[in-house]
């Protein structure tokens, strides 16, 4: 393994989004601790990621790694050839390269090859590694499927530090300029009931697996009428969907479409946020607001919100099949097998608006 005095600059590749990306901070902080004079370049293909980085004061550079539209196919192999060309600014190669956990897919193994640094450190993972050309990187560590993504992801530096305890809550950095958009924001929407509610209702086109229905949400916001403003964050490309289903509501619901940086500004401002296993739910429990996390197929062990104010419902029954989204460790697919989705659909939106009136209790 490379000695730290040897490491002058490092590649992070994530080709992972905004929300796996979220849980990869604490291991940046750490990693910008180990290695206090190296530079940091954060290589991805996601424009949210990419905005992410941008002012952020870790970072020395962002690498637009062609560009992620629907996840196909085409997409990767876009991204993968486009890796062929990145170096550092002031050398020919990479000293080391980390990616991003969760990252079992070949193309994620291919961009790392390609971008060809020295050491190019990921996870390894029992299943797939033919399937995924796991051998193109050549220092993996073990997957822990016990821990949280945050853990996994301090795990990679290991061969580094000992001192890998994750930290009580994700810090997410606010630019100046999102800052003074979120107070311009809300002076110009004072409130008109005691508390403000966000929600992210979607996800990703590919991950809609991950949805509580949306007839629970349109009933929880009518439930919510006396006590709460409903606003539903996403995307700018997400704005004709989340008028669609605010206008269902009997509760108006405001539609903030808005990209990340400035729509974690503003969500640091409500008192309580309730999601799907998304991004956005990474943001909200990292910008510190109460944050409930609605969970179906996924992981919670390892995606759930990191926080002290953050907490998760799930279907209360017994599943066998739960969790069928077994990506990373026993998959190379990002999708489960169920089409019936039950642990989603069978929780109902009187049990979610529990959960909302505890956290807002606490405001």
């Not at 969907?241 to 509501?249: D, G, K, T, Y």
């Not at 609605?294 to 419902?313: D, M, S, Y």
Request: hydrophobic share 40%.
């Amino acid at each position: 393994m490379i000695r730290i005095a040897e490491v002058k600059n490092i590649a992070v590749i994530t080709l992972v989004g905004p929300g796996s990306t979220i849980l990869f901070l604490p291991a940046l902080e750490k990693m910008r601790e180990v290695f206090p004079a190296a530079k940091i370049d954060v290589l991805t293909p996601i424009n949210a990621v990419a905005d992410m980085f941008s002012e952020h004061p870790l970072v020395n550079r962002v690498v637009r790694v062609a560009d992620r539209k629907d996840g196909n196919f085409f997409d990767r192999i876009r991204t993968v050839f486009t890796a062929r060309s990145i170096r550092p600014e002031d050398s020919r190669r990479y000293d080391v390269s980390f990616t991003i956990y969760p990252s079992n897919r070949i193309h994620y193994n291919v961009l790392a090859w390609l971008v060809g640094a020295k050491v190019r450190i990921t996870h390894g993972y029992e299943h797939g590694k033919l399937k995924t050309l796991a051998f193109l990187q050549n220092h993996p560590v073990p997957t822990d499927v016990t821990k949280h993504d945050v853990e996994n992801n301090l795990a990679l530096l290991r061969e580094f530090t000992s001192d890998l305890a994750p930290p009580e809550r994700i810090s997410f950095h606010l630019t100046e300029g999102a800052r003074r958009f979120a107070e311009e924001f809300w002076d110009a929407r004072p409130k008109t009931r005691k508390y403000r509610v966000g929600f992210h209702v979607t996800s990703f086109p590919d991950m809609t697996y991950k949805r509580w229905p949306e007839d629970h949400y349109v009933r929880l916001f009518d439930l919510l009428d006396a006590d709460a403003t409903c606003h539903l964050f996403g995307g700018p490309d997400e704005a004709a969907e989340l008028r669609r289903i605010a206008a269902r509501a009997k509760n108006p619901a405001e539609v903030i479409a808005i990209p990340l940086v400035e729509a974690a500004a503003v969500m640091s401002h409500l008192d309580a946020f309730v999601s799907n296993d998304s991004g956005l739910m990474h943001v909200a429990a990292a910008v510190g607001i109460p944050t409930l996390g609605i969970f179906g197929p996924t992981n919670l062990t390892r995606t759930k919100p990191w926080g002290l104010n953050a907490r998760v419902i799930q279907y209360e029954e017994h599943l066998a099949c739960r969790p069928c989204h077994v990506y990373p460790a026993k998959s190379v697919r990002l999708k489960p097998g169920c089409p019936e989705l039950t642990c989603l659909t069978e929780i109902p939106p009187e049990r979610v608006l529990s959960k909302v009136l505890e956290m807002l209790a606490t405001c």
